[in-house]
Nanobody, 117 residues
Framework: QVQLVQSGGGLVQAGGSLRLSCVIS????????MGWYRQAPGKQRELVAT????????NYADSVKDRFTISRDNAKNTMYLQMNSLKPEDTAVYLC??????????WGQGTPVTVSS
C-alpha cells in the first residue's frame, strides 16, 4: 500500500521561507513522477512543481518559478519543496502526489501554509 506522509508548513511572514517534506512508503520503483499541488480557499487546485523520480527533471508553475525548489532524495524515499520569498498569495493547503508508470496516483494528507503580510 502506497502512503504519503507530509510534514512542514505553518505560519510565516511574507518574505520568509518554509520547507515541506513528503515521505513515500510502499513500492516506489515504479513511480514515474512526483509533485506538489496547492489549493487556496475558494480556488481550484493548482500544480506547483513536478520532478521525475529517475532523471530529476523539474518543472514549475510560473507563479513560483525562481522562488520554490522541488527536490527528491530517492535513498530516503522523500520529496521536498523549498519555498523562499513567500508571498501572501502562496497561502494554501499544499499536497504532495506521486504518479506511477501505470497511471496510479496517490496523494499526501495536505499541509496548510499561511503567509502573513
Amino acid at each position: 500500500q502506497v502512503q504519503l506522509v507530509q510534514s512542514g508548513g505553518g505560519l510565516v511572514q511574507a518574505g520568509g521561507s518554509l520547507r515541506l517534506s513528503c515521505v513515500i512508503s510502499g513500492y516506489i520503483f515504479s513511480v514515474n513522477a512526483m509533485g506538489w499541488y496547492r489549493q487556496a480557499p475558494g480556488k481550484q487546485r493548482e500544480l506547483v512543481a513536478t520532478i521525475t523520480r529517475v532523471s530529476g527533471r523539474e518543472n514549475y508553475a510560473d507563479s513560483v518559478k525562481d522562488r520554490f525548489t522541488i527536490s527528491r532524495d530517492n535513498a530516503k524515499n522523500t520529496m521536498y519543496l523549498q519555498m523562499n520569498s513567500l508571498k501572501p498569495e502562496d497561502t494554501a493547503v499544499y499536497l504532495c502526489v506521486v504518479v506511477y508508470y501505470s497511471g496510479g496516483t496517490f496523494w499526501g494528507q495536505g499541509t496548510p501554509v499561511t503567509v502573513s503580510s
